[in-house]
């Protein structure tokens, strides 16, 4: 990967906006990665059930890897139940949960649906290439929410702002409650109040069905990155390895090394929007 230390937040999408296709190339072309993922090309069309995934644990951890749930890997227990939850049944296990990766996992897996119990077919192609896909871009955010968690918070609403339905699957979702509550100007504090009371409040600030205008998805993104960098202020580093590539690249900025003595910021994220 790419080092983004030392960058502004804006500088960082930029930079791995411009290399994002090299960066995956490298991905797909690692060793550990190229073993998971042909142990997962190979032995998940012999898989039927729920338990025969959970215990094939290369192919089992590929698959939690590429819904972003590596953190849920040993609870495989939890797993196999949640995939052979009713999807209907509102008592089931897997309505009960809030972490929409969840049911993502079990909608693409399909082992249980509204008709019963399935063996679902895990040879076909655009499976296989769709799950695999998943995976990499997936290791992607990670890799650059690590290194810089404002821009891992932009790279999930981009992956998610379209299909955003309702302000709950943003409440089900810790990295996008945190970017629109940064960019809407509402402290973090409210994650405490009820659910209901949560969703009036982003209702108030904001209307969910402007998500489908890509101009209104680029201008959340520019506030949530001009304030989280206000907040959390980046570490600038001028000659930073990143830095030097990013002048160098197509993107075509110009940049001048300055020092800025910047005092403490007495004002709240939510005043610079009254």
Known sequence: MISISGLSSGAALRLIDSTRDQQLVSMRNDAANKRGE???RERIGSITTP??????????????????LE??????GMLRKVL??????????????????FREL??????????????????????LDDITGRFYNQQFINANDAQNSTVGAVLEFREEGESI?????????EKLTNFFQVALGLPEQISGLDLDKQKELFE???DLADLADPAERERLISRYVAI???????????????????????IGAQFVSITLDIATVNYSASQLYR
């Open 38 to 40: 042909e142990a997962f």
């Open 51 to 68: 338990q025969e995934l959970v215990a094939d644990f290369e192919v089992y951890s590929f698959v939690m890897k590429a819904f972003d």
């Open 71 to 76: 953190d849920q890997i040993f609870g495989k």
């Open 84 to 101: 052979e939850s009713d999807p209907v049944a509102p008592e089931s296990l897997l309505n009960r949960l809030t972490d929409e990766r």
């Open 106 to 127: 079990h909608l693409a897996l399909g082992f249980t649906t509204e008709n019963g119990p399935q063996v679902p077919d895990f040879t076909d192609a655009a499976f």
């Open 165 to 173: 339905g309702s302000w709950f699957d943003v409440l089900a979702n």
């Open 204 to 206: 108030d600030k904001f």
């Open 228 to 250: 989280s960098d206000v907040i959390n202020p980046q570490s600038f580093a001028s000659n930073s390895a990143a830095v030097n590539i990013l002048q160098n690249s197509q």
